[in-house]
Nanobody, 120 residues
Framework: GQLVESGGGLVQPGGSLRLSCAAS????????VAWLRQAPGKEREGVSC????????RYADSVKGRFTISRDIAKNTAYLQMNSLKPEDTAVYYC??????????????WGQGTQVTVSS
């Protein structure tokens, strides 16, 4: 299986982006899916996660109310809608699958990452 992220880019503060995570070779809906990010010189941090069992979601405090995670079963794709972006959101964003149906924080498959830069 493979995960491919897209949708990153350069955006001004206050702007929006939607990241996509397309799965191939397996059914994404069988697994919990997470978005994580890593900024230069910083540790990787979890941003959001969506379970496959009941669609419940989790968000880091830093993105609550601004980011929304979702999944489209028919397209075998997960999304991260990012609104009201701030310069501190600048990072490489990764999607990853959790081998469980719930968000446990364990990831076994990663995408290649997509760069998000928030700057004026």
């Amino acid at each position: 299986g493979q995960l491919v992220e897209s949708g990153g880019g350069l955006v001004q503060p206050g702007g929006s982006l939607r990241l996509s995570c397309a799965a191939s070779g397996f059914t994404l809906d069988y697994y919990a899916v997470a978005w994580l990010r890593q900024a230069p010189g910083k540790e990787r941090e979890g941003v959001s996660c969506i379970s496959s069992t009941d669609g419940s979601t989790r968000y880091a405090d830093s993105v609550k109310g601004r980011f929304t995670i979702s999944r489209d079963i028919a397209k075998n794709t997960a999304y991260l809608q990012m609104n009201s972006l701030k310069p501190e959101d600048t990072a490489v964003y990764y999607c990853a699958t959790d081998p469980s149906t719930y968000c446990t924080g364990n990831y076994d498959l990663w995408g290649q990452g997509t760069q998000v830069t928030v700057s004026s």
